[in-house]
């Protein structure tokens, strides 16, 4: 249960409506106390002559707060109407899957409630405005901070603007994935524990789940914790974010006990969207920028250079981290292994598909070649760099198979040759040409 509250939680932070249902319920809990207040406290006759309360009569308070709501109710529909066909346009070039950074995105969310939330204020407080006939009641502080809220809709609507005309920018975009690339690095905190063998799950039993869907959470504790107390070792065959297809193994189980099926169930959380392993999905992202850059329609190499000097710096912080394997030990057995992703499968997700993509485009080519140089004059240990040079061997490979200039694919094997001497050498061969 721990998995699915997890879960509730992530889709109402996640949910576009969440933080402006709440300014609206704000709205209608304002305008209540505010009316109260006015019907509890008479006004003092000096502060009735100040300029910031407002003095008119019925008539001119209906006009007044009639003018708020349709005017913040009319601007909302037309400014997030735009901002939809804006946000399409940019879908485009950079992928609908970034989409959700712009529905999730605090800024915007902020900006509808303020609207919707000072629509429904001035629309519960105008109800209450009465003339003479009706006995005669209006709601002079509340009104005027109504107005009050009206100037703080202009402000947020000229902030709003600036703020989307940057965010569709395809840099901003890139910075912002790249923060959340860093973020889950930093995170990243693991210590070297080690899993069973292979052969250990030979004859252990398999766990199905009968729905379908993409793995978002995993109560890697409480699953721990329920697999000590039966003393038996869980095995997942799907890691965070993978899709976990109907009636297929999720996991291996030994010794089999009673209560595997639910424990399971209750410990993972399954969801229509991909979502549960923060580095894994945001490389995805910044991958998915640099590769529709790279297609015939866009054309744009500048962006997946862009793209490829992010991905470089995250494998620069990774120096001397130990990526987790998702092993949870509970009196020095093993009792759980997640499937986690290690350095050769991160590698592999950053730089194969662009590279794959860019075998026509020798200035992306030559770019990953210099960042796996840069990553290398950092890292010493001898695995990753291995992994290195394995994928300068492939942009190589894809080099000779493509139709680029003999000077280029001249160039490609200096940057190459460049990185072979900075793994023996250190950074004292990148201040050498790549010529030499």
Same mark, same amino acid.
């Given at each position: 249960m721990v998995a699915r509250y997890h879960k509730l939680i992530d889709d109402l932070l996640e949910a576009f409506w969440f933080i402006p249902a709440l300014m609206l319920l704000g709205g209608v809990a304002l305008s209540f106390a505010m009316v109260q207040f006015d019907h509890a406290f008479e006004i003092p006759e000096r502060l009735q002559e100040s300029a910031w309360i407002f003095r008119g009569g019925p008539t001119g308070a209906r006009a007044v707060l009639g003018a708020i709501a349709s005017s913040t109710i009319a601007v909302v529909g037309t400014v997030f109407s735009i901002t939809i066909a804006a946000l399409s346009l940019a879908s485009g070039q950079m992928g609908p899957r970034l989409l959700q950074n712009f529905t999730r995105d605090r800024g915007n969310q902020l900006t509808f409630g303020v609207f919707i939330g000072t629509?429904?204020?001035?629309?519960?407080?105008?109800?209450?405005?009465?003339?003479?006939?009706?006995?005669?009641?209006?709601?002079?502080?509340?009104?005027?901070?109504?107005?009050?809220?009206?100037?703080?809709?202009?402000?947020t609507l000229v902030w709003f603007v600036a703020h989307m005309a940057e965010r569709i920018n395809v840099d901003t975009v890139i910075d912002l994935v790249s923060d959340d690339v860093d973020a889950a690095i930093k995170r990243i905190d693991a210590e070297p524990t080690a899993a069973p063998s292979d052969a250990f799950w030979s004859d252990?039993?398999?766990?199905?789940?009968k729905r379908s869907g993409y793995l978002q959470h995993i109560d890697e504790g409480g699953l721990a914790d329920w697999a000590s107390e039966h003393g038996t070792s869980i095995r997942l065959l799907n890691g965070p974010g993978s899709f976990v297809?109907?009636?297929?193994?999720?996991? *291996?189980?030994?010794?089999?006990?009673?209560?595997?099926?639910? !424990?399971?169930? @209750?410990?993972?959380? /399954?969801?229509?969207? =991909?979502?549960?392993?923060?580095?894994?999905?945001s490389i995805a992202q910044l991958v998915e920028v640099a590769v529709r850059a790279l297609s015939a329609g866009i054309n744009d190499p500048h962006t997946a250079i862009g793209v490829l000097d992010r991905l470089g710096s995250a494998l620069c912080e990774l120096v001397g981290k130990?990526?987790?394997?998702?092993?949870?030990?509970r009196e020095d057995k093993a009792v759980l292994v997640v499937p986690k992703m290690n350095y050769d499968e991160l590698v592999e997700a950053m730089l194969?598909?662009?590279?794959?993509?860019?075998?026509?485009?020798p200035s992306v080519q030559r770019k990953i070649l210099q960042v796996l140089a840069t990553?290398?004059?950092?890292?010493?240990?001898?695995?990753?760099?291995?992994?290195?040079?394995?994928?300068?061997? *492939?942009?190589?490979?894809?080099?000779?198979?493509?139709?680029? !200039?003999?000077? @280029?694919?001249?160039? /490609?094997?200096?940057? =190459?040759t460049r990185l072979s001497a900075v793994v023996d050498q250190g950074a004292y061969a990148l201040i050498r040409p790549a010529a030499q």
């Open positions: 629509f429904v204020y001035a629309l519960l407080v105008l109800r209450t405005v009465r003339s003479p006939s009706e006995g005669q009641f209006i709601p002079h502080v509340a009104l005027s901070l109504a107005i009050l809220l009206a100037f703080i809709c202009v402000a252990a039993a398999p766990i199905v789940r297809s109907p009636n297929a193994p999720i996991a *291996l189980i030994k010794p089999m006990v009673d209560g595997a099926e639910d !424990a399971i169930e @209750d410990a993972t959380a /399954l969801g229509t969207k =991909r979502r549960g392993d923060d580095l894994r999905l130990e990526l987790p394997n998702g092993v949870s030990t194969q598909t662009i590279r794959q993509n860019a075998s026509s485009q990553v290398a004059s950092c890292e010493r240990d001898a695995h990753r760099t291995a992994t290195l040079q394995r994928h300068a061997d *492939l942009v190589i490979a894809d080099a000779h198979r493509g139709s680029i !200039a003999q000077c @280029d694919l001249e160039e /490609l094997e200096r940057e =190459r």
